[in-house]
């Protein structure tokens, strides 16, 4: 397994991270600790889960559920020093999540304890903000996002004091670490520029969707990742699933995502099959498996710093963390650069 520097803390994580959102929901505690068992023997020694999971659906009886299953694996495993531990505290908007109260500096400290205590475990390697107290484009929000509704003084203000909030945390020896999700160029360059003149907490990653179907990193934050050193954590490698055609002619497999979630967030629709469609085409073409090359795509990237897999299935995970292995030839690039014109943008 590839290990990348985690921006400039000095950490390094594998390429491939173990994502946990559906634990608790649709896996088990104990499925939960196979994943985790199996990741760890493969090379994975990274880990993320968020407060408000497990999802899906985000509900407020499951809420903390995944941080607590992997906390009774830590206490149970006694490999907490093996694993790179990364946690999300929830922004604005969740109203069962701490009264749905966004980041303020005494909220970070807040959200941070409440982590500690389900994880079991004393510190946390990378704290990242869910999204950002101001709104996001994320999540198809981009087809309408309007900047100009932001307060400007209110948005540079509003992160200056989260960031506040964190260096107490890391001062505390709570977080070693900070990160982003859900982030944009100037959100991200603006949490540089305060942390260097304040001397506060440096961001060291962004978590943001990125796959073959979703690839709105690919220009300005990709620039900015390659500048500051704040690498992508891509979320969603197979786009809740799709890239591994399993959803093709509108099939909602039992259990799957889509048997609870019909559009998928927004994913689901006709432009998303027909591109789906056209990259499993390059797939069986060059003899690949679609999810595995859809992940080791992702692993090209010069600013991937991990790819976040997840799965519900024990054979999902071992094909996911396969990609690892896959290395992609200039013929399958060519390929996938071809069908990214005929379809830039499905979702």
Known sequence: MKMTPLGRTGMSVSEICLGTMTWGEQN?????HEQMDYALDQGVNFIDTAEMYSTVPIR??????????IGTWIAGSGRRDDIILATKMTGDGISWVRDGQGYTRSSVMEAVDGSLRRLKTDYIDLYQLHWPNRGSYHFRKHWA?????????????????????LDDAVKAGKIRAVGLSNESAWGTMQFVRLAE??????????????????????????????????????????AAGILSGKYQG??????????????????????????????LDV???????????????CLTRPFMTSAIIGATKM?????????????????????????????????
């Open 315 to 347: 054979d999902q995970l071992k094909i996911c963390i396969g990609a690892k292995d896959l290395t992609l030839t200039d013929a399958v690039m060519e390929d996938i650069a071809t069908v990214r014109r005929a379809h830039p943008m499905p979702i």
């Open 28 to 32: 088990t505690e104990a499925e939960g």
């Open 283 to 297: 797939a069986a073409k060059h003899g690949l498996d679609p999810s595995q090359m859809a992940i080791a795509f």
């Open 60 to 69: 407020a009886e499951t809420q903390g559920r995944t941080e607590e299953i």
């Open 197 to 238: 003149q304040h001397n506060l907490p440096r961001v060291a990653s962004i978590q943001n969707e990125y796959n073959l179907i979703c690839r709105l990193f690919d220009t300005d934050l990709a620039e900015v990742a390659h500048h500051e050193d704040v690498g992508l954590l891509a979320f969603s490698p197979l």
């Open 250 to 279: 509108g099939a909602a497999p039992d259990g799957s995502r889509r048997s609870i979630q019909a559009d998928l967030g927004g994913r689901w629709g006709p432009a998303t099959e027909a591109a789906t469609a056209a990259y």
């Open 145 to 165: 996002f309007d900047a100009s509704q932001q307060e400007k003084s209110k948005a540079t203000d509003d992160i200056h004091e989260t960031l506040l909030g």
